[in-house]
């Protein structure tokens, strides 16, 4: 049943580059985290166990062909739609959010797997959609449904960072799928009123002062606006060839907020410098493309769909928490994949390469 | 494969697309890459020294700590502003020496200043650490006129404790303290710094989370020398929420005057919600010489007293609750069917078992004796046969249907269960057998038995209400400083004893004799005006050969009362224990008597002025079972 071809196939590359990036994540955190006064397991330790964890779980996704993803697609859709909407109803508040939801031994958070199942269904409905010369814009009204629905449960959880990457995805897609000018030009013009009601009635004003910080950290230089300029100050300090393994101050002293999740690719910057950030920058940009290549080479419309969908969500949570490390964009709970402490994000990142890595090595099964 | 998917005609775009999304990435990299090098290539100079000299200080600014009230809204504890000093380990160009001169302005030891810095290693270099609090007002400003010599030190006001009722209800408020590395470490203290104050005992510690408040910050710039030039932004400190406790300020003084210097502890309890109207442990201390520095001469006296002043007697003090345990043993006979109303036994005075002879309090004897009498004269020999009769495993079914043996979880920390044992108990305890001469004391409250005064109250309000086990509670409501209602206690109730309406009445019959009936045994605590229904009690410290003479006070016995009042229609419920008072009658009675004169005085019943009319009864002592010889029985 397990085909000899698909072990010479295995895309050892790949596995390689993601364990590369891990590694040097683990490594991070340790120094990130020992100016904390130490509480139970150390940080680094406990990534570690995810890591593993997570890597049970993409050699399990990479073992089963991934054209069963095609049957199950739209369950999994309804599925986790089906959470979201319980999460509003019953979920569990905290720190004034409400993302998870109590299944008695554990609690989970549905807006992270709605990230791998928006791609699959994307992937499943464009898979046998005939497309010629792009879609129009009437072609556009089922999908755009179909990416609507969860993206505004998930945005009034409120969690804007997911219903944004979310969007960013399947949006990466469509534009794989290819759209018409003509229909790009009407929905940019519609996406100026419909930004307008969103932040009317969408945005929290926590969300909105953000945004505003964004612009001028000068204006909460304690709050969030503070986070920005703290790590402003400790990328730059790390200069060409950084400060040196647990030598940087602005991470020892502890001027960065959450300096082992969403900021820890601002510690590796100040301890690693120019030079440290540039091959960390080699290793994502060449994980994005070998993506992209899985999936040019891939044979299957499905399974190519499947590839630029793990590949589009692993790019935009490099660009958007780099950009927001290094004061490019707006400050959004974003991990850096494979990199930043978590369990969740270890869990979806791994579950994506798995996806990948089954696709890469059943490309010659046609 | 299963299906093959048709491939669609533009496949060729596919490819083109594939290429341009590739293009795309890259440029992203270039775009994130190219502000990297503007960061850290170009600016990179001026960043350096950004992070060296990181001029931004957080300086936390304390919430004041929720207030806690009586049930009527007088306030218990509020509070009132504090100065402390805190150096920024950052802007401190010399340690020792600043050290130094700290301790010189200060008065203070040096070393304690040392350890108090040492211990804030490990935290943000940037961040205060309070070095020295409470300190006066003279101080504070002798240390702001000599700022220049003390660089990297800040003066912080903060809100400390005000005890506006002197040491009242000290065991039960509890006292602050700061936070010990221990309790940084764990998990509970986690959002802790060091220098903290946290509750250590009582409803400061249990209710912690809830009084504690936000604490708020202010950004502040400072130069070179650490001294302050701006505030950059702040944001505001909110305080902690109001506990609001089911205690009863004047009857918490009516109970605390009433129980005098004696040691003890006294607990009322409203029958028909379990809402802890008085708390008290006696002596008691006062919690603000814990807030600012113990004076050690005070610390010594605290430790020393034989009396132990610092522990909670009401919630962890286990006593033999002595024959008020004889309510117990007569509703599991009565139960049991083993006896009734009329059943009479005779005393004599004492009881044979086996080669043992165990005493009754009156020597004497007490001729034919029925139940009501049993109760009223509390017989002991009456309760050594039933207990016979009954053995121990059928007395301790009743005690625990009764809330006995465990904690009641009445909502402070380290509440103690108490002991009621069974045969299997001391099988697992001290791995011997029942002996059936171990069941007799059992049945009068002494033996293994062990209750403490919060059960004991708990006990006597069960017995009032007829079968409801509330749970004794201390907090009515919490609310935000908003006046919103966080949380609202509403009576809970942890159990039914299910028994026959008929049991009580006979029993409630009897416990109205003790004190209202001549021979009664606690006719000091008799009020005119309100019907008022009891049980005396006395327990064992050690056995004495001989109960007369001159005893040592530590050798005494411990004299117990539980009562409620009015008997028609019970709303209070009140036990009293006096340790090393002797005589349940004459030591706790008069207690458990004033606190129950004070509340029916609130509520208006009684007249405040009464002239002095309650006559004397005659003492009601009773003795403690004492075999005469060393029984092999008694083991």
């Known amino acids: 049943m397990f085909d000899r071809r698909l072990f010479t196939n295995f895309d050892w590359t790949l596995l390689g580059v993601v364990l590369l990036i891990t590694a040097f994540g683990v490594i991070n955190i340790y120094s990130a985290s020992s100016s904390y006064r130490d509480i139970g397991t150390p940080y680094y330790l406990k990534q570690l166990y995810w890591i593993v964890a997570g890597l049970g779980l993409c050699l399990t996704v990479c073992s089963l062909d991934y054209h069963m993803l095609e049957d199950f697609a739209y369950w999994l859709y309804g599925g986790v739609l089906v959470l979201l909407v319980l999460v509003l109803v019953a979920g569990k508040t905290t720190m004034g959010a409400t993302r998870w939801i109590s299944l008695g031994f554990f609690n989970m958070q549905p807006s992270e797997p709605m990230k791998i199942v928006i791609i699959m269904t994307f992937a499943r409905f464009f898979s046998r959609y005939p497309v010629f010369k792009g879609l129009t814009l009437r072609e556009l009204v089922q999908p755009l449904l179909l990416l609507g629905i969860p993206a505004v449960l998930i945005m009034k959880q409120p969690d804007l960072g997911t219903a944004i990457l979310v969007s960013l995805i399947a949006g990466t897609m469509l534009l794989f799928v290819g759209v018409r000018f003509s229909a790009l030009g009407t929905i940019f013009a519609a996406a100026v009123p419909t930004v307008v009601i969103a932040w009317q009635f969408l945005l929290h004003d926590y969300q909105k002062k953000r945004i505003y910080n964004f612009l001028n950290p000068d204006l909460d230089p304690l709050g969030s606006g503070y986070h920005i300029i703290q790590s402003k100050i400790a990328v730059g300090s790390g200069a060409t060839f950084g400060k040196g393994f647990m030598q940087g101050t602005q991470s020892q002293l502890r001027f960065l907020p959450e300096q082992h999740t969403d900021f820890a690719f601002s510690v590796f910057a100040e301890e690693w410098g120019f030079l440290g950030c540039l091959l960390m920058l080699t290793l994502y940009l060449f994980l994005i493309l070998w993506g992209l290549g899985i999936a040019k080479r891939c044979n299957d419309r499905f399974g190519s769909l499947l590839a630029v969908g793990v590949t589009a969500m692993l790019f935009w949570h490099i660009v958007i928490n780099m950009g927001m490390v290094i004061g490019l964009m707006p400050v959004v709970g974003v991990p850096l994949p494979f990199f930043s402490y978590g369990g969740t994000s270890m869990v979806t990142s791994m579950v994506g390469v798995g996806i990948l890595l089954n696709i890469s090595m059943r490309r010659f099964m046609f | 494969m299963k299906k093959l998917n048709n491939i669609l005609p533009d496949d060729d775009g596919g490819g083109r697309r594939i290429i341009g999304l590739s293009l795309g990435a890259c440029a992203m990299f270039f775009l994130l890459l190219s502000r990297l090098w503007y960061l850290q290539v170009i600016s990179a100079e001026d960043l350096i020294d950004q992070s060296e000299n990181n001029r931004l200080r957080f300086v936390p600014v304390a919430a004041p700590r929720g207030a806690i009230l009586d049930r009527n809204g007088k306030v218990l504890v509020s509070n009132t502003p504090s100065f402390s000093v805190a150096v920024i380990p950052q802007d401190v160009k010399n340690k020792e020496q600043l050290i130094d001169n700290l301790a010189h302005y200060l008065n203070l030891d040096r070393t304690e200043i040392e350890t108090k810095w040492n211990k804030g290693q490990g935290r943000a270099k940037y961040y205060p650490l309070v070095v020295a609090s409470g300190i006066t007002r003279d101080q504070m400003e002798f240390l702001e006129e000599n700022r220049l010599a003390l660089s990297g030190v800040n ?51 249990a209710w912690e989370s809830y009084l504690h408040g936000t604490d708020g910050g202010r950004q502040i710039e400072v130069d070179a020398r650490g001294r302050f030039l701006r505030t950059v932004a702040e944001t505001g400190s909110s305080v902690g929420n109001t506990v609001m406790l089911t205690i009863d300020l004047d009857l918490q003084k009516a109970a605390e005057q009433a129980l005098g210097d004696q040691a003890g502890a006294a607990v009322a309890m409203d029958v028909n919600t379990g809402e802890i109207l008085a708390f008290v442990s006696s002596p008691d201390f006062d919690p603000a010489h814990f807030t600012g520095r113990m004076p050690p001469e005070v610390w010594k006296k605290y430790l020393e007293d034989e009396r132990h002043p610092l522990e909670n007697k009401a919630l962890k003090g286990m006593y033999p609750p002595g024959s008020t345990f004889k309510i117990i043993t007569a509703i599991a006979g009565l139960e049991e069917g083993l ?297």
């Not at chain 2, 006292?175 to 764990?186: A, C, I, R, T, W």
């Not at chain 2, 009329?342 to 009881?351: A, E, F, K, L, R």
């Not at chain 2, 001159?550 to 539980?562: E, G, K, M, S």
């Open chain 2, 155 to 205: 003066i912080e006001m903060k809100p400390i404790r005000a005890y506006t009722n002197g040491s009242l209800a000290s065991h039960l408020l509890g006292y602050l303290g700061e936070v010990s590395e221990d309790e940084l470490n764990s998990e509970r203290y986690r959002e802790y710094n060091a220098g903290d104050y946290i509750g250590k005992s009582g409803i400061e510690r």
């Open chain 2, 339 to 635: 006896i009734d109303e009329h059943t009479t036994i005779q005393c004599t005075g004492s009881y044979k078992f086996g080669n043992a002879t165990f005493r009754c309090w009156d020597h004497k004897g007490h001729g034919s004796v029925d139940l009501k009498k049993s109760l009223r004269e509390s017989c002991d020999v009456y309760y050594y046969k039933l207990a016979e009769r009954l053995g121990v495993d059928r007395i301790a079914k009743y005690a625990k249907r009764f809330g006995l043996g465990a904690p009641l979880g009445i909502g402070l920390e380290n509440e103690k269960a108490g002991v009621i044992p069974t045969q299997e108990w001391k099988l697992k305890r001290f791995g011997k057998k029942w002996y059936s001469g171990e069941t007799l004391p059992v049945g009068i409250g002494q033996g293994y038995v062990l209750t403490t005064p919060v059960q004991l109250a708990s006990m006597i309000s069960t017995v009032a209400n007829e079968g409801t086990i509330l749970r004794p509670h201390l907090v009515k409501r919490v609310v935000d400083s908003d006046g919103k209602v966080l949380q609202d206690f509403a009576p809970q109730v942890l159990g039914k004893t299910g028994l026959k309406p008929a049991t009580y009445r006979f029993v409630k019959e009897g416990l109205l004799a003790v004190i209202n009936e001549a021979h009664g045994t606690g006719g000091a605590s008799r009020l005119w005006e309100v019907k008022v229904a009891g049980k005396t009690g006395s327990s064992q410290v050690v056995k004495l050969r001989d109960s007369k003479g001159n005893i040592p006070y530590r050798f005494r016995d411990h004299a117990l009362f539980v009562a409620f009042a009015p008997f028609e229609k019970p709303e209070i419920a009140v036990a009293v224990i006096v340790e090393h008072g002797e005589h349940g009658g004459s030591a706790a009675g008069p207690v458990s008597g004033k606190i129950l004169r004070a509340y029916f005085e609130g509520k208006g019943v009684i007249k405040k002025p009464v002239p002095k009319s309650v006559p004397k009864e005659e003492e009601g002592g009773e003795g403690v079972a004492e075999p005469d010889t060393t029984g092999a029985a008694q083991q």
